[in-house]
């Protein structure tokens, strides 16, 4: 996981990177997040266009960015101990995208927003938008 911002109350919101976070989140979070993360990243794969010059063993130079670059963000809200207290997908580098579907999420899909919605605001605001209840909470 990678570090994205410091929100109040000691938690961290960091981004996963791979399949195996994406599990073990779904896994600690009680939710689908994985099946999110791996149709996303299949997506992104199937995008990939390598160089048209590029050496047979040099056709996956690029991908690992592309990918990154082209699927969703997924984050998840931690605690001081570890604990895990929201899942986050905004749409790719983070940019607000028109029709882009932001879904935040608590334990069991829980509403995080009632007891984390400060820490939601921080990540708004490093983002740059807003990311109201009811346009990213889908349970509401």
């Known amino acids: 996981m990678r570090y ?3 929100a109040p109350g000691g938690a961290t919101w960091f981004r996963i990177e791979t399949e195996h976070e994406a599990e073990a989140e779904a896994a600690l ?4 997040v994985d099946k999110y993360f791996k149709r996303f990243a299949e ?19 690029g991908l690992k960015d592309h990918i990154a670059n082209t699927m969703p963000l997924f984050l998840t809200l931690r605690a ?3 604990a895990g207290l929201a ?3 905004l749409p790719p580098q983070g940019r607000n995208q028109a029709g882009f579907r932001i879904i935040i999420v608590g334990p069991d899909n829980s ?9 939601i605001e921080a990540l708004g605001q ?9 346009e990213c909470y889908p349970y509401a």
């Open 80 to 82: 001081d101990d570890g």
């Open 111 to 119: 509403d995080p927003y009632l007891a984390h919605a400060k820490a």
């Open 87 to 89: 899942t986050a997908m």
């Open 4 to 6: 994205v911002c410091e």
């Open 43 to 61: 997506a992104a794969r199937e995008s990939f266009t390598p160089p048209a010059n590029a050496a047979r063993f040099e056709q996956a130079i």
């Open 29 to 32: 979070m009680r939710h689908a």
């Open 126 to 134: 490093h983002i740059g938008y807003g990311l109201p209840r009811n």
